[in-house]
């Protein structure tokens, strides 16, 4: 279906077109911002700008949130290949790398500045963030990717929000209420649920060794998560882009990262490593993709364009998407008690996020 020319109506909508005449197919239209109840449009390669106004507009921050649990499903998925591949610490660094590179074109095509002038304390914060949840967290994450895979891993970073909120209680001194600590407790059984399973259809077993030290890898890739999110909230007060406090985690954990690598005298064999299996360069440049960039795009217009629990608890949803993923890609048959488990400790996620 095309577009064409200016005033052309459909029912419940109205699209505009300032200036000439044009034709647009729809489904080209590729990037969108939009600022109250008016959708800015902008296509390639002319970028003419028009405006359309439709009933569904008010649910693109959800369909955003959803985009983002898609997104982090098939990034999880991508580095869990790579790292098979070439080992979790070679992904972490080329990942970071090629992170960086996603997220300056996404300010050039959002037209934000890149902070390189932000203020001194911002980039402390921030870039301490990046350390303990992209440096450490992260290296714990896609150990734990190769350990036990993604949907296993995913499912421990379900505990996120539950770390987080005992840490703003210690830390920052907010006040726990009885259904944040009933939502805690839902999402813990539901994990215990999934790692206790010892059903026949369980291909990964509880008693095996390297299955335990997964599940703790996923704990600490979970923490430093959660501590790495409340250094980078102090790095973010005010009206701070979080697109572009992204940037600066981000590079700020490449430089540090790629100096203890260098230190290592480790680069070399990262490099031998990716070009031994150039397949890994595939799956860890589609997961840089679909997490950095693509995955926190959509999760910064969900929180702007819905309320930020509705987004929070959308955005929760990787776990329930990688049982099928798991199954197609990785041959992983979870069994009930996993399933029920998974769709319990989700439900605790969504009870934390809406309180």
Not at 98 to 103: E, I, S, T
Request: aromatic content about 14%.
């Amino acid at each position: 279906m095309h577009v064409s020319g200016r005033g052309y109506e459909v029912p419940g909508s109205r699209f505009e077109v300032p200036g000439s005449r044009f034709e647009v197919p729809l489904w080209i239209l590729i990037f969108a911002f939009r600022t109250r109840n008016t959708f800015y449009i902008s296509r390639f390669p002319v970028f003419t700008a028009g405006m359309i106004t439709c009933p569904f507009m008010a649910f693109l921050g959800e369909l955003a949130a959803l985009g983002t649990s898609v997104c982090w499903s098939f990034t999880s998925t991508f580095f869990t290949m790579g790292g098979r591949l070439v080992g979790s610490v070679v992904v972490n660094r080329t990942r970071l790398i090629m992170a960086v590179g996603f997220l300056i074109i996404a300010h050039l095509l959002t037209g934000t500045p890149l902070p390189f002038d932000a203020a001194p304390w911002r980039w402390f914060w921030l870039t301490l963030s990046g350390l303990v949840g992209l440096v450490i967290g992260d290296a714990f994450l896609f150990q734990a990717f190769v350990w036990i895979g993604p949907r296993l891993s995913m499912l421990m970073m379900s505990l996120v929000p539950v770390i987080s909120t005992f840490i703003a209680w210690f830390f920052l001194g907010e006040v726990l209420v009885a259904v944040q600590l009933l939502g805690i407790a839902i999402t813990v059984l539901g994990i215990a649920i999934v790692i206790l399973d010892r059903s026949p259809n369980n291909q990964l077993d509880p008693r095996n060794r390297t299955y335990l030290y997964g599940i703790l890898f996923g704990i600490g890739a979970a923490a430093g998560q959660a501590l790495g999110l409340v250094l980078a909230k102090k790095g973010l007060a005010g009206d701070f882009s979080a697109l572009s406090g992204t940037f600066i985690r981000m590079l700020s954990a490449a430089i540090i990262l790629w100096l203890i690598t260098l230190l290592m005298r480790q680069a070399r064999m990262t490099f031998r490593r990716l070009r031994e299996q150039p397949r890994s360069l595939w799956f860890i440049t589609g997961g840089a993709f679909f997490g950095p960039f693509l995955g926190v795009t959509l999760s910064l217009f969900a929180v702007q364009n819905t309320e930020v629990g509705v987004a929070a608890t959308l955005m929760a949803l990787p776990p329930v998407f990688l049982l099928p993923i798991s199954r197609f890609m990785f041959g992983e048959q979870a069994g009930r008690r996993a399933i029920i488990g998974t769709f319990v400790a989700v439900a605790g996620v969504a009870l934390l996020a809406l309180t």
